[in-house]
DNA sequence: CCGATGAAACACTGG
DNA sequence: GTTTCATCGG
């Protein structure tokens, strides 16, 4: 480990730093991945750590591997025995290792998000419950967040009515789980930390092994898995974690900065190290950057240094475009541009978004320009309806009790199984206690001779003839490979046949299929189970294609962790970046914040902000305001690229005037803000008392009404979501009375 | 029970 | 612009 003369004194102090509990804070760009690599190479090889005495956590697959690989290169030799993933897939290792002390057996599976839904639909139907007053979604969204926080049914704060409606249906949803001998991605870390919680024995097995854990992008982490980790390392304490609250992007999944004050309370005696140099990025994309995030409070105060060699870089160009159109135009314009002039490569280029949905017009303009790109998103492939219902057929296969994937298959290709059947067959498995996979097989087994054949009536032929199809299959899956099985499948339900019609796109579901089976093959020797966890578990970083030399498309936070010489950051519009769902909460607003950092930080030479004067939204165009975090970079920092204003068209003038007159030359100065289409408002429309209708939230009663940087902030009761605040610009409100 | 048709709702981020 | 749901005739 000589190389250790390559890291710098803080680097160094970090991978060398004694037992015991380790902060590091480490800013962007700072060589935390080296940081982790030359920690864990230093554990094995200077202080003589078996490895399977190590466990690192990582937020991706993606990088687990990278990782591995890294420290393997190293030291030149294997990592056999280290334990090292994702909080959620180390979890499921955890659990399918010590299923005897859960309500599962060893097949369990992991549903997705289609399935939870499906799921809490199923449970809200069985108490009755009115899907228009309890949204699936808001009440998952609730259930979710409990488990994030370990509060299981039975402690569900009741404060409301509706949160007595809630908690009833956590009930109800936790026991369909367990009935279908199936986990949600929350269950793996509740789970988890019940089973190390309950069971001291597990417990001490698990810490005393693990005398040296390692925690990646710790800022992400929810209480779920910081409890996890506190448990897991409560033997040795020999706990080193890696952050930075500047990039915690994810509190809307229970991820909470807030863990890294926690750990300095929990461990008084940690030791803190502050990574500061930079060696990814030019000064002044940092400024920009460091101009942006530090109007975040209750933050550490850093100080990001470039190397001398990436000097003082470019300024960052600001491109406005017409609509949305003109957005994609510029990007792909730019990229061919600089790269026919050999200014830059291909697999040079990211371009950034913040919701998935803007991904569409970008990728039309790219195949219109025929230049080759690659998308970040799992979506694209594993959201396949043909790929999920092969997915599905697998899950029930392992697991027969899977409600969710037989509700998905029973019926496709079409067997004549339709919705009476199926309520029969439901009823069926209530009444006698078993799951109505497990009655399918025997009645495929057993035909007339089984007690359920009567009592099914004419339903019964054909769900024996399916559950004699799934009973063979159920019988093949320990003898024969996983791929003949897949094929085996495919023939039997003559998939290809109802798929693939002959038009260009029956086609292209029967390549879906194909490739998965492909993958399919990738895990022949790991089987079944392997293969059907990390389908569950695939980020979408995972589905990046390695060795392609493209432009790539993702989104803000799909950007974490990544580099890229030229970065596009586009819909830098008020409402997208920072989104509208986020601007009448604070920590929400913190949040976008920090989420523009990350992008902005992403980049190595050059940024491109872009944003356009118009968008599309469900089909018709709304005018925008440039994004309000535009202006918290110094104007010394940006330039504007003249492209768009050349473009002679109608808004030209417009567009000119609201830049020219209220933004140019005001940057981080003045806080105003560009106003295309109407003078600064100083005279509140709204007044307490009032009636107003919003688009979305219905109708509500005016409380409070205030000027704010030339806007007016109106705070409104509405009948359906209680207290919002919002910008009367943008929230689009109609005076009722 | 099945497939076609059109209306209606609809999309923030993701393991 | 895309997906999902409701309805209808076969």
Request: contains cysteine; neutral net charge; hydrophobic residues 40%.
């Amino acid at each position: 480990m000589d190389s250790l003369e390559h890291l710098n004194p803080q680097q160094r102090a970090a991978v060398t730093a004694s037992a015991g509990p380790v902060l590091v804070l480490a800013g962007p760009g700072s060589g935390k991945t080296r940081v982790l690599t030359f920690r864990i190479g230093y554990l094995l090889s200077q202080l003589g750590v078996a490895p399977h005495h190590i466990l690192a956590v990582t937020f991706t697959n993606k990088a687990a591997r990278e990782m591995q690989s890294r420290v393997e290169k190293l030291l030149g030799h294997s990592l056999q025995g280290m334990w090292l993933g994702t909080f959620h897939a180390i979890c499921a290792r955890i659990l399918r290792r010590e299923q005897q002390y859960l309500p599962l057996d060893a097949n369990f599976v992991i549903f997705d998000e289609d399935d939870q839904q499906a799921l809490i639909k199923r449970a809200l139907r069985d108490l009755n419950l009115d899907e228009k007053l309890y949204r699936p979604t808001s009440v998952h969204a609730a259930i979710s967040n409990a488990k994030n926080n370990l509060i299981l049914p039975e402690d569900y704060p009741t404060a409301t009515y509706r949160d007595e409606v809630v908690a009833r249906v956590y009930k109800r949803y936790q026991e369909l789980l367990v009935s279908s001998n199936a986990v949600d991605f929350d269950d793996l870390l509740l789970y988890a930390w019940k089973l190390l919680n309950e069971f001291s024995t597990v417990r001490e097995q698990y810490a005393r092994r693990f005398e040296h854990i390692l925690v990646d992008e710790f800022q992400d982490t929810n209480l779920a898995q910081y409890e996890l980790v506190k448990l897991l390392a409560s033997y040795h304490r020999n706990l080193f974690v890696v952050g930075d609250e500047d990039q915690s992007i994810y509190r809307w999944r229970g991820a909470d900065y807030r863990n890294v004050l926690r750990f300095e309370e929990d461990f008084p005696d940690r030791q803190k190290i502050l990574l500061e140099q930079n060696y990814r990025s030019t000064q002044r994309v940092l400024d920009a950057a460091q101009a942006v995030i530090n109007r975040n409070r209750n933050r550490t105060p850093k100080r990001l240094k470039s190397t001398p060699e990436h000097g003082e870089g470019e300024k960052l160009v600001l491109y406005e475009a017409v609509d949305d159109y003109g957005e994609a135009a510029f990007v792909v314009d730019t990229i061919q541009q600089l790269v026919a002039g050999g200014k830059a490569r291909p697999g040079d280029f990211a371009i950034m978004y913040r919701t998935n949905a803007q991904s569409r017009l970008l990728e039309e303009a790219f195949l219109r320009a025929g230049v080759p790109y690659r998308l970040v998103g799992a979506m694209r492939f594993y959201g396949r309806r043909e790929v999920k219902d092969m997915i599905a057929y697998l899950r029930l296969v392992q697991n027969p009790a899977d409600e969710a994937s037989l509700g998905r298959v029973i019926n496709v290709p079409p067997r004549g199984i339709g919705d009476k059947s199926q309520l029969a067959l439901q009823m069926e498995a209530q009444r006698t206690g078993r799951s109505a996979g497990l009655i399918l097989m025997e009645l495929g087994r057993e035909g007339k001779d089984s007690p359920h054949w009567q009592a099914l009536g004419r339903n019964a032929s054909l769900l024996a003839d399916f559950g004699s199809l799934l009973g063979e299959w159920h019988r093949l899956k320990d003898e024969i490979s996983l791929p003949s099985l897949f094929q085996r499948i495919l023939n039997d339900l003559a998939y290809r046949e109802y798929i693939d019609d002959n038009t260009e796109e029956g086609q292209s579901r029967w390549e879906n299929v194909q490739e998965l089976l492909r993958i399919a093959y990738e895990y022949e020797e790991k089987g079944l189970t392997a293969f059907l966890e990390n389908l569950a578990l695939v980020s979408d970083q995972d589905t990046l294609p390695e060795n392609v030399e493209a432009p790539t498309l993702l989104t803000l936070h799909a950007a974490k962790g990544l580099e890229f010489p030229i970065v596009f950051i586009t819909g830098l519009d008020d409402g997208l970046i920072p989104h509208n769902r986020s601007l009448d909460d604070p920590e929400a607003m913190a949040e976008e914040r920090r989420l523009f950092y990350v992008g902005l930080t992403r980049a190595k030479k050059r940024v491109y902000l872009v944003r356009a004067a118009q968008r599309s939204t469900y089909g018709s165009f709304q005018d925008s305001i440039p994004s309000r975090f535009l202006k918290d970079i110094p104007a010394d920092l940006i330039q504007q690229d003249g492209r768009g204003r050349r473009m002679g068209r109608s808004w030209q003038s417009e567009s000119r005037r609201s830049w020219d007159d209220n933004y140019a030359g005001t940057w981080g100065s003045r806080p105003e803000r560009a106003k295309p289409s109407h003078a600064p408002i100083l005279q509140p429309r709204f007044k307490p008392g009032m009636r107003v209708k919003h688009p979305s939230w219905g109708e509500g009663l005016v409380v409070d009404s205030r000027i704010q940087d030339e806007d007016e902030t109106v705070d409104i009761f509405f009948d359906s979501v209680g207290f919002k605040r919002v910008i009367a610009s943008i929230a689009n409100l109609e005076i009722l009375s």
